[in-house]
């Protein structure tokens, strides 16, 4: 095993400290936004974030300490679980016939998000059926992969909550790339996705199951320098626009964007957090932002590349790959560059489920940083000649995975 | 093969972060981005500050109008009335089982079902309310009872005043046991018991007067609700996006503060601010109110207030003084710029009277304050202020306990005599100033904007004056009578073809009884004058006489001559808005329309071919009084220069004083004796105008002026068709306004003076 400031021994060292910083970042910024006139740092809402850090974090070293091949064999009960919930929260949402959004459960401590909870599942199934495939060369070696990720897709959709179920499909998108898919399909299917939002824009009142204010939100994006559209659709948008430019090369001065403290910026301590810190801390503060969560997604794909585990590989690519799709998603709204969907900034945003979610994520990507583990070639499962006899290995048995236990 | 494609999904990862880095770079270091964004994220909203409109004033300094701060009450109706969240979620979720009452039927259910008054005297003993509980709804099932629970749970007003019980007995139909919901009526009625306390309170409102006042807010707020969703209704948006944005307008609309009750007294104010605990939901705001003093004494003189209108606001837009509800502007200067004579689309402007000529003046200069405001009303740094400045007070000429007398001088004998409408006016001689403009009926300025208060006037007055709204001394013009025969006399000295190129006011004409040649008309008088000189014919008011004079001495043309320089038919000049048409000039028939005797007759005794003010009449009496040397110019607040008179015969000032001194002091005159008028010392003229023949009601004048020899003062009174003559219809009028001028100057007694008809030049004339 490598040693050195990237390897794997390292790297989780790194990724807890980077997680670390973005969460005392959003502690700072969530004090900011959501604190009462003259209120003193830890304010009520920055305790609670504080809070949600600790209990996140703890379940962060736990979940690292347990050997995720524990959840390698329990990835399709696991994927099935949070499927079985996301189908009882839709079930529920139509039997009330209420038709507003429904995305969590309401228990009697804390709300529970599946959808969070399914891109983790989503991750765990899909590199569980990815690992040791030969056949991602064909659509029908694809044909499983894309079911598994279409169907809690069209389950989110209907809940709804467009924002996560964009990110199913690019999770599956990237780990299939690395998984071995021919080009052909990755390019057409990003040509596809990126035709598909200037389409919705234009028959967007043809499309089903778009809700009004998607599409507004889309139309808005498309037109978002239109003075008119300026004042409706793109209003959020706009406001953040002006959040983010007002704040210069050093910005306002925590505690001082104008934009913030008069209250312009809606959701301004969950999805439109990235622009508070860009008015205050300015150029520079949104620059360490971007760098510690691409730092954050590389270190990810790193420990991808380091492990020579097929299983851990997919792991760390699938989450590395969330968390870049949901940070430049986050961000790139708050600039106009993509739609505005109402995507939490990962360790950033205010919000529990996102926070436990994605440390738990995080920790599984720590786990495959630190466990060691040997892929053993068909020769060294061939039984040794030793002077005592070793018990015969049935062939179809000679390529499983063997695991040498560290710890 | 996994190694390259992770490379390559690293190198994808980096794109996507240097393109935002590209894009933050492009929003907050490129300088032009930098700096609108920054100007938009500092850019503060400019609110304007109403000045305090200036007062009108008497001689005095009395108020005439005035512009006073007061206090308005107004309510926030989610804080006023916390339980119409419940009771709507309730009605949703019943009515989600199907026929069940909407929102409305329940209030009214629950109103039905409660004695406020009897509640809030147990209250107000300090006596628990029994019962404590009472139910709202009943036979609610399970499913809905658990989803009320759900959705109003989280909200503390309704787990501490609401409750969901398990019935004891359950329908038959039923398999499970149904749920009431009840409630605390003493919390929950709260709206109903602050509208109690509010109108103990207030002394002007009783409860049910201020609930219809928040019934009527509240439909207000339905309008503005439907008005916001208006265009998602007609572009045919999604019912669902629709029933959200109505909920939250409602929703907003309820947080806002609405009027219920204006102009409290402070001594409301300091009882609801003493106990805010007792009021919730009420504010006090401040505001300020145009305040009358003397209400229908000078209503049509100091005219009142009104709304900017369509008109109004398209001419303010094109000449650039409408003042937007938040103006463009960024400093105080550019402001103290904007604000010169601009007004906002919801001000008020003075109609009628002072108000509307003196509008600028008296209206004052807008203050601004330029500050950051957030979306919901958080405010943040003050950048620039500019106070407002009242508006000028204007000072009047106008005696207020003259006016005050007047008015119900003329009141008094409307009431009694049934006159129509009463105007009187004085004015100073020679300067011009208006000391009175009195009339009967006038409106009351303070309640003008009421619209009861105008049926009211209108049922009380219908069946005698419709036109309770006009200025009657400026414009209302009626047909002279006699009085004209001042012009007529005039006219016949300087231009009669006669002696010496004028007539020979010695000179007799016969007067008969009945109708007489060679004119075929009759004289007033019932037996006949007999025969007379000009000085018997104007003190007794001989038709007969003047006809003569008008017919064989005069034209049209010098009649129309002399007319307009006395001020007939022209506007008086006085510092009021004019009224337009034939209003303020009165009508004079041209030269060319009158022909032949009878024409010249009529014109000879101010019928038919001449109307006039009594403002104008008014002038022209004053123009007698200062010796035919100028018709003075009436004014209010700014000095006006008089017209001059030339006169070719210089007799003629001397002669027409006589007569009309004569009017009062001869025991022939038409005043004599009428009221104990002769006790003062003052010249006059009478006039009993037929506006409509057959008709027994005449519009009776007198106009004059004294004290004598050395005028100051000219007066002119009118009762509109009355069933009296000129003298016996004013002559109680104008007698109290002798006593006053008496009691102020002495000279208007008739003995200060010696007898009155001993002296004067023209005296001796007499044959």
Known sequence: MKTGLLSNRMIRWHLAAISLCLCGIGILFVHSTMRLDGEAFPGKVAWSQIIKVCIAFGGFIVVSRVNYRLFERKSYTLYGLVLFGLCILLCLKFLRGDPSASRWFRLALFDVQPSELMKLGLILCLARYLRYRQDQGGPRGLLMPCLLTAVPMGLVILQPDLGTALVLP???????????APWRYVIAVIAIAALSIPAVGIFGDKVPLLKPYQLSRITGWLNQDQPSVRLREAYQLDQSKVAIGSGGLTGRGYGRGDQNVLGNLPARHTDFIFSVVAEEWGFLGAALLILLLTGLVLLCFSVAMNTEDPYGKLLAVGVGASFAIQSYQNIGMTMGLTPI?????????????????????????ARVATQRVRVLSSQELEPAASPTPVPAVEPHRAKRLVAIWRD | MARTRLKLLMLAVILPALAICWRLWSFQLHPAAHHEYKIRAESAKLRTLQPLRGSILDRRGDVLAESRSGFDVHFVYSDLNPRHIVIEVVCEELARLGDFPSAAEMEAGLAGNIDIGKLESLLRQGLPFKPEWMPLATWIPPAAAERIRRRLGPRRYFRDHFELRAMEDKPLEASQPHFGLWFRPAEVFRMELTLRRLSQSIDRYDAEGLMHRLQLSLQKIEAMVARDIRSDIQSGTDALFTRKKERNSRRIFYRRGHLLAPGISLDSVSRIEYNPDLFPGIRIVDSSRRVYPHGEVFGALTGHLRQLNNQDLKTLEESGRLLDRY??????????????????????????????????????????????????????????????????????????????????????ECAHHGHAAASAALMEIPSGAILASAAYPGYDPNRIRDASYHAEMNAALGHQTSDWLLDRPRSKALYPGSIFKIVTAIAALENGADWEGAVDPLRKYECLVGEQKPFSMRCASR????????????????????????????????????????????????????????????????????????????????????????????????????????????????????????????????IIQECMKRVVSDPRGTVHGKSGLEDFNFAAKTGTAQYKSNTPRYHSWLVGYGPLPKPSIAFVVVCEKSRLQGGDACSPIVRELMEYLAAKDPRFRANQEGPANSSGEAGGERR
């Open chain 1, 170 to 180: 690019c999770i599956l998108l990237a780990m299939v790339f690395v998984a071995g």
């Open chain 1, 341 to 365: 969907t109402g995507l939490p900034l990962p360790f950033v945003s205010y919000g529990g489920s996102s926070l436990v979610s994605s440390y738990a994520a995080l920790a599984l990507v």
């Open chain 2, 327 to 412: 103006p463009k502007v960024s400093s105080a200067e550019a402001f103290a710029v904007l604000r010169q004579e601009a007004l906002r689309p919801n001000d008020v402007v003075g109609e009628g009277g002072l108000e509307e000529h003196y509008d600028l003046s008296l209206r004052g200069e807008y203050g601004m304050r330029l500050q950051q405001v957030g979306k919901n009303g958080r405010s943040g740094k003050l950048l620039a202020s500019l106070s407002s400045t009242r508006g000028n007070d204007i000072h009047t000429t106008i005696d207020s306990k003259l006016q005050e007398l007047l008015y119900r001088q003329l009141w008094a």
């Open chain 2, 527 to 654: 037996y006949g004058h007999g025969h007379l000189n000009l000085y018997e014919a104007f003190e007794a008011s001989c038709n007969n006489y003047f006809y003569y004079l008008a017919a064989r001495h005069l034209s049209a043309e010098s009649f129309n001559q002399w007319a307009r320089k006395l001020g007939c038919g022209d506007l008086t000049g006085i510092d009021l808005p004019p009224m337009g048409g034939s209003y303020d000039r009165g009508f004079l028939k041209n030269p060319e329309g009158v022909k032949g005797e009878k024409a010249l007759c009529m014109y000879g005794i101010g019928q038919v071919q001449v109307q006039m003010t009594p403002l104008q009449a008014l002038r022209m009496v004053g123009a007698v009084a200062t010796g035919l040397k100028a018709a003075p110019r009436p004014w209010l607040v700014k000095k006006k220069t008089p017209d001059k008179i030339h006169t070719r015969n210089k007799r003629t000032a001397a």
